[in-house]
């Protein structure tokens, strides 16, 4: 496809799906968006099923020039919050009492999209746990103008509340599904191999992403220096008032 004119364009390895069909186990395997006792659970965003499940943080970035990364545990240790797999930015980054210190981040963490870099850290991971790394599905938020820019003839499908053009690539291309002349240019929000192997979601109010897989998968992740990811479940709770622990400090 040639650049809109915009000069946003399919990364080269990447097409539009032929059908919707690959993407037809997802709504089976995931559980309800909310109940009035869970909330949003992780497994309504990322599909049931896998061995582990694994939450990783979009950073937030220190001030200017430099924009160093700044980590939740962090953020938490400066708020006097604890750090654990079901905490939310907005309880971690209101400090009890007076701060001693300025809030080491200017920049909050990403909504609804995983930075490309961390994407590429990802995938080194990914790549080991299937055999399927030339043929992988990347479902993409319609709400996002990049992807209405781009989506061609790819098939449409829906998820509660939320609704996806589905594409088709190798797994090289998923920090740059779409190129964009822009700096936040779109990622995608679900991404799964062939074989099914892992499974990926990036929920489009959230600023961090899930990784469902292999256990092993999940560990080499968590172990990473350059990520910050704790393993959860897929009961735990994605919504605001899932952090009852750090909401309990603040009321």
């Not at 200017?64 to 953020?75: F, G, L």
């Not at 905490?87 to 999209?113: D, F, K, N, Y």
Request: with cysteine; charged share 20%.
């Amino acid at each position: 496809m040639s650049r809109d004119p915009f000069g946003r364009k399919l990364s080269p390895s990447v097409t539009p799906a032929k059908s919707n069909e690959p993407a037809a186990w997802l709504p089976d395997r995931l559980l309800a968006h909310w109940t009035p006792n869970q909330g949003v659970p992780v497994c309504s965003v990322v599909p049931k099923g896998f061995e582990s499940y694994t939450r990783v943080f979009h950073p937030a970035l220190g001030p200017a020039p430099n924009r160093p990364v700044v980590r939740w545990s962090s953020v938490a240790e400066w708020s006097g919050c604890i750090v654990h797999p079901e905490m939310q930015w907005e309880a971690i980054s209101t400090p009890q009492g007076v701060p001693r210190l300025a809030a080491p981040w200017s920049q909050e963490p990403m909504h609804g999209r995983c930075p490309s870099d961390l994407i590429a850290v990802l995938c080194e991971h990914l790549a080991r746990h299937t055999r399927a790394v030339g043929s992988v599905w990347y479902a993409m938020w319609r709400g996002f103008p990049d992807v209405r820019a781009i989506e061609a003839d790819g098939p449409r499908f829906e998820l509660p509340d939320r609704e996806y053009v589905l594409l088709h690539g190798q797994l090289a291309a998923a920090p740059d599904v779409i190129t964009s002349p822009f700096p936040l240019n779109a990622g995608p929000s679900l991404w799964w191999p062939d074989d099914r192997s892992w499974c990926v979601a990036t929920e489009v109010d959230y600023r961090w992403t899930y990784v469902a897989g292999p256990e092993a998968c999940s560990t080499s992740i968590e172990r990473d220096d350059r990520i910050e990811a704790l393993r959860t479940q897929p009961q735990h709770r994605g919504d605001i008032d899932g952090d009852r622990i750090n909401n309990a400090l603040h009321a």
